[in-house]
C-alpha cells in the first residue's frame, strides 16, 4: 500500500519561497508512476501544479510554471515543491500525490495547509 506524507510550513509570507516535502512509502518513486504536487484554493477545485517522473522529468502547469520546480532526492524516497515568489493567491490546501495531470491520483497525501500572509 502506497502512502505519501506532506510535509512543510504552514505559514508563509508573501514573496518568499514555499518549499514542501513528500516522503513516500509502500513504494519507491523510481518506479514506473509519475508523481504530483496539486493543491486546492479555498472554495476552489483541485489544480494540478506538476509532476516529476520515475525518470527525473520535470513537466509544470504552464501557469505556474515560472515560479515553480520539483525536485526529488531518491535516497530518502522523497520529492519537493518548490514556489517561488508567492502571494495571498498561493494559499491552499497543498497534496502530494501518484499521478500525472489527467487527475489519476489514486494514492494521494491527506494534504497540508499552506497560508500565506505577513
Known amino acids: 500500500q502506497v502512502q505519501l506524507q506532506e510535509s512543510g510550513p504552514g505559514l508563509v509570507e508573501p514573496s518568499q519561497t514555499l518549499s514542501l516535502t513528500c516522503t513516500v512509502s509502500g513504494g519507491s518513486i523510481t518506479e514506473s508512476y509519475y508523481w504530483t504536487w496539486i493543491r486546492q484554493p479555498p472554495g476552489k477545485g483541485l489544480e494540478w501544479m506538476g509532476s516529476?517522473?520515475?525518470?527525473?522529468?520535470?513537466y509544470y502547469d504552464p501557469f505556474l510554471k515560472s515560479r515553480t520546480s520539483i525536485s526529488r532526492d531518491t535516497s530518502k524516497n522523497q520529492f519537493t515543491l518548490h514556489l517561488a515568489t508567492v502571494t495571498p493567491e498561493d494559499t491552499a490546501l497543498y497534496y502530494c500525490?501518484?499521478?500525472?495531470?489527467?487527475?489519476?491520483?489514486?494514492?494521494r497525501g491527506q494534504g497540508t495547509q499552506v497560508t500565506v500572509s505577513s
Open positions: 500525490a501518484r499521478g500525472s495531470h489527467t487527475g489519476d491520483w489514486g494514492y
Open positions: 516529476i517522473t520515475w525518470s527525473g522529468t520535470t
